[in-house]
């Protein structure tokens, strides 16, 4: 099974300024790793697969990067709506797929 | 448009079986490429998957929770059904249904999710 490892597990940063997330994977996931964005009492939505494209509906200023084992979710600059717990997902070897523990993002 | 739905008890007692179904609109599950899993979350934690159901009926399951869990569909009501047997404590999560649309690969889509609780 592979382990996705996300960092840092908390993050505060103030509206306006840029975040990066990151997330590990135990072993290689090629491009095959999306990020997704929850809410509190809301279920989680797409917000980038394939490593770096945006899923429908997604604001530019939301862009992902990396392969192999190292990913990033850049977030170039912080909306009031745009705090939220963020988690990684590979799908390159399944089953099973996994996530990461998630990362939230809070404000500074 | 595209909607998921997730249905069944709040409260489930150990060793019970859980039943949850996901009906679904918008999309068809016949439809060569289209897949439905299921996902919980317990309260404060991480995501888990534990299922997939595919157009073509192909089905697979989590690794540590393979031989509790079944997966079918009704193509023709447009739903999923997901029984997860001997219940306990540690299960009590939302559980959330999403589709895999064809050709893809990412969950695009989830239900608002279903909250269970597992207690005597």
């Known amino acids: 099974e592979i382990v996705m490892t996300q960092s840092p597990a908390t993050l505060s940063v103030s509206p306006g300024e840029r975040a990066t997330l990151s997330c590990r994977a135990s072993q290689s996931v090629s491009s095959h790793l999306a990020w997704y964005q929850q809410k509190p009492g809301q279920a989680p939505s797409l917000l980038i697969y394939?490593?770096?494209t945006r899923a429908t509906g997604i604001p530019a200023r939301f862009s992902g990067n990396g392969s192999g084992t190292e990913f990033t979710l850049t977030i170039s600059s912080l909306q009031s709506e745009d705090f939220a717990v963020y988690y990684c997902q590979q799908y390159n070897n399944w089953p099973p797929y996994t996530f990461g523990q998630g990362t939230k993002l809070g404000i500074k | 448009q595209v909607t998921l739905k997730e249905s069944g008890p709040a409260l489930v007692k150990p060793t019970q079986t859980l039943t949850l179904t996901c009906t679904f609109s918008g999309f068809s599950l016949s439809t060569s490429g289209m897949r439905v899993s299921w996902i919980r979350q317990p309260p404060g934690k991480a995501l888990e998957w534990l299922a997939r159901i595919d157009w073509d009926d192909d089905k697979f399951y989590s690794t540590s929770l393979r031989t509790r869990l079944a997966i079918s569909k009704d193509t023709s009501k447009n739903q999923v059904v997901l029984t997860m047997t001997n219940m306990d404590p540690v299960d009590t999560a939302t559980y959330y249904c999403?589709?895999?649309?064809?050709?893809?690969?990412?969950?695009?889509?989830w239900g608002q999710g279903t909250m269970v609780t597992v207690s005597s």
């Open positions: 394939d490593a770096s």
């Open positions: 999403a589709r895999i649309p064809s050709g893809g690969h990412a969950f695009d889509l």
